[in-house]
C-alpha cells in the first residue's frame, strides 16, 4: 500500500537570531573523536512495543538537551566516558526499548517500536573552544545543536534512526558538554527528567530508584468511541487539504513553518526576554482586580505575552482569530501510572479575537487561559485521544503558537556517570517560529525568560509593549 507523506526536510528550519546582548558564539568547532553503540546487557525475544495516539503525532520530533560540565582535575574525561557507558548499557535493561528502532505496521496504519536492539549511538568529541568561550551557556543558543548527535538522513520515515543518542564534547580547558536527544514519541519532557533522575540514581547506587512503566494501554482509545466534544484545537486532514490520513506533526509543522517564512520580506529573529518574580507578582495583582482568585506566575506570563504578541502582529484584523496552546500534565481516572513513560501530556486552547486581546481587561485574558487548561477533564482528554483514533488529524496553529515551558523541569541534577554534576542544563532551540519557550531564571528563582522569534519589525515593538508592565497593559490593534 502506498502512502502519502507531507515531507518538507528532515531538519528543522533555522532563522537568524538577533545579536544578543550575552556573548554567545555560532561555530563550536567540534571534531568528532570516537563513535560507539551501546546495546542492553539483557536479551529479549523480539516483539513490538505499540505506540499511543499521544505517541503517533510526536515520532517526528525530537527533544534535545545539553548538560555542561566544569573541568575536574580528579577525575580523567576517559573515566567519566567509562562509567557513563557502563551506567547506560545496564539502565538499558530497564529502558530497552530506548535501544530499539521504529517500525511502521501498515495493517494498523500506526507506528510501532521494534525490539530489533540496533543500539543507542554515543559520539566522544572535542572543541577547540574553552567552556568559557562558549559564552553565556543559559542562552538558548541554536549553535548548541552542534553538542547533539544528529540524524543526517534523508529518509521520509526514520524508521531506521536511532530513537536516542548522546554526544560528549571535551572542551580545550577540561569541561565538558553532553547532548541527548530522544524521540519525543517515546516520551515527554517529565518522562525524560524521570529517566535522567533514575540513571543518575542507578549510576550512584547500582539500582534503579523506580521500575519504569511502559505499557501505553493506560492511554488507549475507547471501544467504541467516544467523541463527547467538539476539540477546536484539533484539524482534519481534510481541513488541511489532504486526501491521506497518514502524515506527522512534524510533517505538517515544517510545512506551516517554511510557507511562514518564505511568504515573508523578512526572517525572524529569536531573542530572550526575562519577566522578573517581581514583574510576575505585579502582574497577578492586576489579574486579581477583576474577580480572580488566584493566579500562577505561568499563566500571568502567558496572559502578557499573549496580548503583548498579537500587538504586534502586523496585518492582522480586529476580528481574527488569536490561538495559544500550552502544555499542560493533567490527572487521570484511572491514573496513569506514577513512573509512565510515554507522552501524558495534553495542550490546553484558547482563543480569543484581536480586538478582544487588546481592549478586554487584563483578568479577562487571564481567566480565557485558566479555563483552557480547566477544559482538560479526564474525559476530554480521553474523547481527544478517541478524536485522533477516528480522524488522525493534527494540532491547530494557525494565527497562533504554542509554549512549550522547561522553567519547571529538574534537569541540571543529573550526575554524569553518578560522579560529577552539571552546572546548567536546558533545552536545544530548535528555530521554530511558532513556538514559544519559557525557561526557568538561573538568577532570579521566581522569575521565568522567555524565547521568541518574531520579524525584526515586530521584535522593537514587541520588545517595548512587552517590558510596559508597570503602566497600562492594554496595547491597540
Known amino acids: ?61 525530537n527533544l534535545k538537551l545539553v548538560h555542561f560540565f566544569s573541568s575536574n582535575q580528579e577525575i580523567p574525561f576517559d573515566s567519566i566516558i567509562y562509567n557513563h557507558t557502563e551506567a547506560l548499557t545496564r539502565i538499558l535493561d530497564f529502558y530497552d526499548f530506548i535501544s530499539w528502532r521504529l517500525s511502521f505496521n501498515s495493517e494498523e496504519r500506526r507506528f510501532e517500536i521494534d525490539s530489533n536492539d540496533a543500539g543507542v549511538p554515543f559520539a566522544v568529541c572535542t572543541s577547540e573552544l574553552t567552556l568559557e568561550g562558549l559564552g553565556d551557556v543559559t542562552y538558548p543558543n541554536p549553535a548548541f545543536n552542534q553538542l547533539c548527535l544528529l540524524s543526517r538522513s534523508t529518509n521520509q520515515i526514520p524508521e531506521d534512526e536511532p530513537l536516542m543518542s548522546f554526544q560528549a564534547t571535551q572542551f580545550r580547558c577540561g569541561g565538558f558538554a553532553m547532548g541527548t536527544v530522544i524521540n519525543h514519541g517515546l516520551m515527554d519532557g517529565i518522562a525524560l527528567q524521570e529517566f535522567s533522575k533514575n540513571y543518575t540514581h542507578f549510576a550512584r547506587t547500582g539500582n534503579v530508584a523506580f521500575v519504569p512503566v511502559t505499557d501505553r494501554t493506560c492511554l488507549k482509545a475507547r471501544a467504541p468511541l467516544q467523541i463527547n466534544y467538539q476539540h477546536e484545537e484539533l484539524v482534519k486532514p481534510s481541513q488541511l487539504g489532504l486526501d491521506s490520513s ?8 515544517l510545512l506551516r513553518n517554511k510557507v511562514a517564512i518564505h ?52 496585518n492582522i484584523d480586529a476580528h481574527d482569530i488569536m490561538i495559544v496552546q500550552y502544555a499542560v500534565d493533567k490527572r487521570m481516572r484511572p491514573p496513569i501510572p506514577r513512573k509512565y513513560v510515554g507522552n501524558a501530556i495534553r495542550s490546553a486552547y484558547a482563543k480569543a479575537t484581536a480586538k478582544e486581546l487588546q481592549e478586554q481587561p487584563f483578568p479577562v485574558i487571564v481567566k480565557k487561559l485558566q479555563e483552557a487548561g480547566d477544559r482538560l477533564t479526564d474525559d476530554y482528554i480521553r474523547s481527544a485521544i478517541d478524536w485522533f483514533e477516528l480522524h488522525d488529524g493534527v494540532t491547530r496553529l494557525e494565527s497562533g503558537f504554542l509554549v512549550t515551558s522547561w522553567s519547571r523541569m529538574e534537569i541540571g541534577d543529573v550526575e554524569f556517570g553518578g560522579i560529577i554534576k552539571s552546572i546548567y542544563a536546558g533545552p536545544v532551540v530548535s528555530g521554530r517560529v511558532d513556538v514559544v519557550l519559557f525557561m526557568a531564571d538561573a538568577k532570579d528563582k521566581a522569575g521565568i525568560k522567555i524565547y521568541i522569534g518574531l520579524k525584526p519589525s515586530h521584535m522593537a515593538k514587541f520588545q517595548v509593549l512587552f517590558q510596559n508592565v508597570g503602566t497600562d497593559t492594554t496595547h491597540g490593534v
Not at 497518514?246 to 509543522?253: E, G, K, P, S, T
Open 263 to 314: 511568504n515573508q520580506s523578512e526572517k525572524h529573529v529569536f531573542k530572550l526576554f526575562s519577566l522578573s518574580g517581581e514583574t510576575l507578582a505585579l502582574l497577578k495583582l492586576k489579574a486579581k482586580e477583576e474577580g480572580v482568585s488566584h493566579c500562577t506566575s505561568f499563566i500571568a506570563a502567558l496572559a502578557h505575552l499573549w496580548r503583548t504578541r498579537t500587538a504586534t502582529m502586523a
Open 1 to 61: 500500500m502506498k502512502h502519502a507523506w507531507i515531507i518538507v526536510s528532515t531538519e528543522l528550519i533555522f532563522c537568524q537570531m538577533e545579536s544578543p546582548a550575552v556573548s554567545v558564539v555560532s561555530d563550536i568547532r567540534v571534531q568528532r573523536k570516537g563513535l560507539s553503540v551501546i546495546y542492553p546487557k539483557k536479551k529479549r525475544e523480539r516483539y513490538s512495543l505499540s505506540l499511543s495516539n499521544l505517541d503517533q503525532k510526536l515520532v517526528g520530533y
Open 246 to 253: 497518514l502524515f506527522m506533526q512534524r510533517d505538517i509543522d
